[in-house]
């Protein structure tokens, strides 16, 4: 399916959002206003005026996966290279999480530009990559006012121009764009580890703002990248990575 693939020319990653407010209530009036409008389309109420409890709850459940009402609180990231001496492959694995998502973006983007810029020579990896992950990337580094690093900056691009992002979503669809496929099931189906043994993405928001736990979070999230690196390792019939092959940066 992918050739000779470098797997070391590939950086991993996954995304982990939540909205931009703990809850509706802490929202201007203006944002109120338009997460109430945004709230028809998420509860399927169009022709229905929408509570404040109503929001709120929609708020809370669903924010975070919009780029102009949400945020980034990590971004997990996974580099695959080979023992030298055995020959077999490892990754490390690496987060940049911080309560202050400009320094976390700044701090991603010049890793990017820094090893990463080479469109022709390097690529991304992640589930459902081209739908999420770089499109929210992008939108929140536009909305930091942060500068978009060449190599994620697609915008407008055709698809041979971006032919540097896999997506394991897409490459396990064949060309067949009815159904979507979580990376959990993928990990079942190709009986390796799932990723989903703490929390889960609904959770994600709750365990930020409730608990203020980064380091759980950041851990679910290179739990992601890690089956992502699996998934794509099955995809090129390869055994996948054990336990000491992991290592956490």
């Known amino acids: 399916m992918l050739g000779h693939l470098d797997l070391s020319k590939v950086l991993f990653l996954d995304v982990e959002c939540v909205s931009g407010k703990a809850n509706y209530e802490e929202l201007n009036d203006d944002f109120k206003y338009l ?27 669903k924010a975070g996966i919009y780029a102009e009402f949400g945020k980034i609180v990590c971004i997990s990231v996974g580099i695959v290279g080979r023992n030298p001496d055995t020959k077999e492959l490892f990754v490390r694995l690496k987060s940049f999480a911080s309560e202050d998502e400009a320094e976390l973006l700044r701090d991603f983007s010049q890793m ?30 536009l909305i930091n006012q942060l500068p978009l690093p ?75 990248v890690l089956a992502t690196v699996q998934l794509l390792l099955k995809y090129m019939l390869q055994p996948v990575l054990t336990e000491d092959q992991v290592m956490h940066v």
């Open 112 to 141: 990017v530009t820094q090893y990463y810029n080479n469109t022709a020579t390097h690529y991304f990896c992640g589930h459902n990559i081209r739908e999420f992950d770089m499109p929210y990337i992008c939108r929140r580094l």
């Open 150 to 224: 060449n190599s994620i900056n697609i915008a407008g691009k055709k698809p041979w121009e971006t032919k540097h992002f896999l997506d394991t979503l897409e490459l396990w669809k064949f060309g067949d764009y009815k159904n979507y496929t979580s990376l959990k099931l993928l990990a079942a189906v190709f009986g390796f580890p799932s990723p989903k043994d703490d929390i889960d993405g609904s959770e994600v928001g709750r365990v930020f703002w409730e608990e203020n736990d980064l380091p759980r979070i950041a851990k679910y999230c290179e739990k992601d």
């Open 35 to 61: 997460w109430k409008l945004k709230s028809k389309s998420v509860l399927r109420k169009y022709d229905e005026e929408i509570t404040d409890e109503e929001a709120d709850a929609a708020y809370k459940d």
